[in-house]
């Protein structure tokens, strides 16, 4: 399910949270965490799981990066957050407030 808005943008100030017709879950099964949907499941690995964990339609971009930064300080994961948002975005995974 591609999100058919390719006019929202991504900014630090954007707020992003899990779309409505998605659940961000921990899934015993398959031992991680999961995006599950009407047509499927995405299986998500430990980063991808971080970020979607602080998209709660509260934290903007720019708090979610710096959590995460203060969490990993020895990793650099501005780039990664942001790839993973528009990417999870595309996807209508989740969607921009």
């Known amino acids: 399910m591609l999100n058919d808005d390719v006019n929202e943008k991504l900014t630090l100030e954007v707020v992003p949270e899990v779309a409505s017709t998605h659940r961000?879950?921990?899934e015993e099964v398959q031992d991680c965490?999961?995006?599950m949907y009407p047509e499927g499941m995405v299986k998500l690995?430990?980063?991808s799981a971080e970020?979607?964990?602080l998209c709660d339609g509260k934290n903007?971009?720019?708090t979610i990066i710096k959590l995460l930064n203060q969490q990993y300080p020895d990793a650099q994961v501005d780039n990664?957050?942001?790839k993973f948002l528009e990417v999870a975005h595309e996807?209508?995974?989740v969607k921009y407030k």
């Open 60 to 62: 903007d971009v720019g």
């Open 45 to 47: 690995g430990d980063s």
């Open 24 to 26: 961000f879950q921990w």
């Open 91 to 93: 996807n209508g995974w």
């Open 51 to 53: 970020i979607l964990k």
């Open 80 to 82: 990664d957050v942001i």
């Open 33 to 35: 965490h999961v995006i």
